[in-house]
């Protein structure tokens, strides 16, 4: 059984820095790994994701040069390094794996439970 756990996040001022971490358990193959969240009253959406073996990445044009996604394979875990943290992406950040490099929610077969992160002004 697939399980994915995130960790890392919390409450940091505008300006600041977080390091999520995702580890997976229970699997059989490789997969793409990705991060997504959801704001309050948001529909969940896309903010980056990593190739099977790290070298293709692809990032939502609101963090893009914010935030670092990275993997670390034989530890079977994902990276997000939020950087210039803004009020705006305070929301519960989600790790999914799937089989393609996609900003489709659709494209990812499994899913964590989830950290908040909130940032305060």
């Known amino acids: 059984q697939v399980q994915l756990v995130e960790s890392g996040g919390g409450l940091v001022q505008a300006g600041g820095s977080l390091r999520l971490s995702c580890v997976a358990s229970?699997?059989?193959?490789?997969?793409?790994m990705g991060w997504f969240r959801q704001a309050p009253g948001k529909e969940r959406e896309f903010v980056s994701t990593?190739?099977?073996?790290?070298?293709?990445?692809k990032s939502s044009d609101s963090v893009k040069g914010r935030f670092t996604i990275s993997r670390d394979n034989a530890k079977n875990t994902v990276y997000l390094q939020m950087n210039s943290l803004k009020p705006e992406d305070t929301a519960v950040y989600y790790c999914?794996?799937?089989?393609?490099?996609?900003?489709?929610?659709?494209?990812?077969?499994?899913w964590g439970q989830g950290t908040q992160v909130t940032v305060s002004s």
């Open positions: 229970g699997l059989s193959n490789m997969y793409v």
């Open positions: 999914a794996l799937g089989n393609v490099i996609t900003e489709r929610r659709s494209g990812y077969r499994y």
């Open positions: 990593i190739s099977l073996n790290g070298g293709n990445t």
